[in-house]
């Protein structure tokens, strides 16, 4: 697999300010293969099947952030199970 990008697809209700720089809540933490020949972009879908695009790409980068998990801790509660298996294996 190559570049993988978190991407969070956010509740439609405004909450406060978040990390990822929006008035809305992280309803789910995803995992999706970058774009083909942009590795700075997310492709189409998520490792769980879901479209990107009404989902917000976080500046937080899990190459940034090697001795952790492949999410921001602070959304440990919110990560999609699905994404979460396929970056496991």
């Keep these: 697999m ?11 209700a405004v909450a406060a300010r978040t990390p990822c720089g929006t008035d809305r809540a992280v309803r789910r933490v995803h995992a999706a293969p970058a774009a083909p020949g942009t590795p700075t ?6 490792l769980c099947g879901k479209d990107t695009f009404a989902m917000e790409t976080p500046s937080w980068k899990h190459s940034e952030h090697p001795e952790g998990p492949w999410y921001p ?13 396929v970056m496991e294996t």
């Design 2 to 12: 190559g570049e993988v990008l978190i991407v969070y697809e956010l509740d439609k």
């Design 41 to 46: 972009a997310t492709g189409p879908r998520t």
């Design 73 to 85: 801790e602070e959304y440990a509660s919110a990560v999609c199970p699905d994404c979460d298996a």
